[in-house]
DNA sequence: TCCACAATTCAACGACAACTCAATTAAAAC
DNA sequence: GTTTTAATTGAGTTGTCGTTGAATTGTGGA
C-alpha cells in the first residue's frame, strides 16, 4: 500500500499565501508539476479505476489547481492514457520470456517477468490502473486488450512453433489476467499471500501446457 | 447484448400527461416497479461498474423517478447488493460440480457450471456487476471474494481430499476468474469467440490439476 | 530590453451526482 | 367506510464533476 503522505510530495514548489491559497502564475525553477500530476493519477487510476478517480482529487494530491492537468494533457482522457503510457513495454517483456534460452523454461519465465511488473513500484500503480479500469473503461480495455494479443502472446506462441497460436496465447492470458485479479485487485486466499516463488510453481505449468503442451481435440485432432 | 429497447419494457403502467410529464401517486394495480428497477440497475451495473452507472439512469431505464430508489433500496449501495443479491447460489453450484459422481470429471464440471452462469440472461448480468464492480468498488470485491472462497472453492476443494485445499481452491479461482475477463469483460482473442465446449475442453485439465494433481516442491516435498 | 510563450491559479459554468421532503394517489387493514 | 400504509412524482438541496477563459507570473530567445 502506498505510504501515508501519498502522491505528494514533489510538488512542494508552491508556497500558499494565508489562507490555502497559492501564488497565481509560473513558478520559479524547472518545472515539476507534470511529473507529480502524473505520479497521483496513477495513483487514484490504480486505486478506484477511471470512473472513480477524479481530476480535481488528482489535483489535489499533485499539490496543484485542477486547470493545470487540463493545460498539459487536454482532457482526463489524455491525462489516463498518458498515466499508463509505457507502462507495457513489449518488447522487453517479449525479451525477458524467450531470452534465447529454448522452449522448455517459457512457462515459468512468463510468469515471472508478468509477476515482476506488479512488485515494482511505478509498473504496479500502471498495471492496476490499466486493470481496474479496463474492467469498465472501454479505452482500457482496449489498450489491455490490444496489448495482450498483439504485442506479447502472439509472438511468444508464434516462436514456440506449435499450432494455433492464438488459441494458446488466449489460454496463457486468462491465466495471467486471473492471476492479477485474484492476487493483486479482489485479493483471494493464499494467492493473495503466497511468496512469489510459490505463485510460479504452480502456475508456470499451466502456461508451459497452454503454450506448448497438446491442446485438447477440437484443435489438434 | 441488449436489445436497444433495453431494460424498459415492464414499467409501462403510468401513462404520461402531455409533456413526459406522469400522474404523481400511486398506480393502480399490482407493482411493477420495484422488478424494473432491479432490471434496469443490473443492466447498468454490468455495463458500467458500480461508479459508471448513476441512479438517475437506472431510474430512466426503469421508466420511473430517481426518487423511488431511493424509497425502494435507502441508497445506490442498497440498489447495488439488492441487484446482485442471490446472483450466486453456492449450494447450486457446488451441487451441480460435485454432483455425487467422483472426483474425476470435478474440473470439467466446474468450468461448464461457471460458464453456464455467464450465458444465462439474467446471471450474466449479475456476473457482469460484480466483476466489473469487484474491479474498483470494495463491497463488490468482498463479495466476490467471500464467494469464491467460502461457499464455492474451499467445499470442492476439501471434498477432494487433497493438501491444501485453500491453495488449491485460490488457484483454481484465478483460473475461473482470468477466463470470464477475458472472455466477457475484455474479450480477448480467440477465448471471446470459441464455442463453449472448446473452452471447457482446454480449460478443465488445468482446474483438474488445481484441485487434485500434485502440488509442487513447496508444498508437498 | 522586449516579446512570445509556458506555467499556474481563480472563478465560474453547466451538467449531473446522490439524496430528501412534502404532496398525491392507490391499496390494504380495520 | 375509515384509517393506515405503500407507491409515486415534483421540487429542491448540497455537492462534485469535467471543463473553460481570463489573469498573473516566470522563462527563454531575439
Given at each position: 500500500m502506498s505510504a501515508p503522505h501519498g502522491a505528494e510530495g514533489s510538488g512542494e514548489v508552491a508556497e500558499d499565501l494565508g489562507g490555502g491559497r497559492k501564488r497565481t502564475g509560473r513558478r520559479p525553477g524547472v518545472t515539476l508539476s507534470r511529473h507529480a500530476i502524473l505520479q497521483a493519477a496513477r495513483s487514484r487510476f490504480a486505486?478506484?479505476?477511471y470512473a472513480g478517480a477524479s481530476v480535481r482529487a488528482i489535483?489535489?494530491?499533485a499539490g496543484v489547481d485542477a486547470a493545470l492537468i487540463h493545460h498539459f494533457f487536454?482532457?482526463?482522457e489524455g491525462l489516463f492514457a498518458a498515466s499508463i503510457h509505457d507502462a507495457l513495454h513489449p518488447e522487453a517483456v517479449v525479451e525477458a520470456v524467450l531470452g534465447?534460452?529454448?522452449v522448455r523454461g517459457t512457462g515459468e519465465r512468463l510468469v515471472r517477468t508478468f509477476l515482476a511488473l506488479w512488485e515494482g513500484e511505478t509498473t504496479a500503480r500502471q498495471m492496476r490502473s490499466i486493470l481496474r479500469s479496463a474492467a469498465s473503461h472501454e479505452a482500457a480495455a482496449r489498450i489491455l486488450r490490444e496489448f495482450i494479443t498483439q504485442e506479447v502472446l502472439v509472438p511468444i506462441a508464434r516462436?514456440?512453433?506449435r499450432t494455433h497460436p492464438d488459441v494458446r496465447a488466449s489460454l496463457a492470458a486468462s491465466q495471467l489476467v486471473g492471476l492479477a485479479m485474484t492476487r493483486y485487485i479482489v485479493e483471494i486466499g493464499p494467492l493473495a499471500t503466497l511468496p512469489q516463488d510459490d505463485v510460479v510453481a504452480c502456475v508456470a505449468p499451466t502456461l508451459q501446457r497452454y503454450l506448448t503442451g497438446a491442446l485438447p481435440a477440437p484443435f489438434d485432432a
Amino acid at each position: 500500500m502506498s505510504a501515508p503522505h501519498g502522491a505528494e510530495g514533489s510538488g512542494e514548489v508552491a508556497e500558499d499565501l494565508g489562507g490555502g491559497r497559492k501564488r497565481t502564475g509560473r513558478r520559479p525553477g524547472v518545472t515539476l508539476s507534470r511529473h507529480a500530476i502524473l505520479q497521483a493519477a496513477r495513483s487514484r487510476f490504480a486505486e478506484h479505476g477511471y470512473a472513480g478517480a477524479s481530476v480535481r482529487a488528482i489535483a489535489n494530491d499533485a499539490g496543484v489547481d485542477a486547470a493545470l492537468i487540463h493545460h498539459f494533457f487536454l482532457s482526463k482522457e489524455g491525462l489516463f492514457a498518458a498515466s499508463i503510457h509505457d507502462a507495457l513495454h513489449p518488447e522487453a517483456v517479449v525479451e525477458a520470456v524467450l531470452g534465447g534460452k529454448g522452449v522448455r523454461g517459457t512457462g515459468e519465465r512468463l510468469v515471472r517477468t508478468f509477476l515482476a511488473l506488479w512488485e515494482g513500484e511505478t509498473t504496479a500503480r500502471q498495471m492496476r490502473s490499466i486493470l481496474r479500469s479496463a474492467a469498465s473503461h472501454e479505452a482500457a480495455a482496449r489498450i489491455l486488450r490490444e496489448f495482450i494479443t498483439q504485442e506479447v502472446l502472439v509472438p511468444i506462441a508464434r516462436t514456440t512453433g506449435r499450432t494455433h497460436p492464438d488459441v494458446r496465447a488466449s489460454l496463457a492470458a486468462s491465466q495471467l489476467v486471473g492471476l492479477a485479479m485474484t492476487r493483486y485487485i479482489v485479493e483471494i486466499g493464499p494467492l493473495a499471500t503466497l511468496p512469489q516463488d510459490d505463485v510460479v510453481a504452480c502456475v508456470a505449468p499451466t502456461l508451459q501446457r497452454y503454450l506448448t503442451g497438446a491442446l485438447p481435440a477440437p484443435f489438434d485432432a
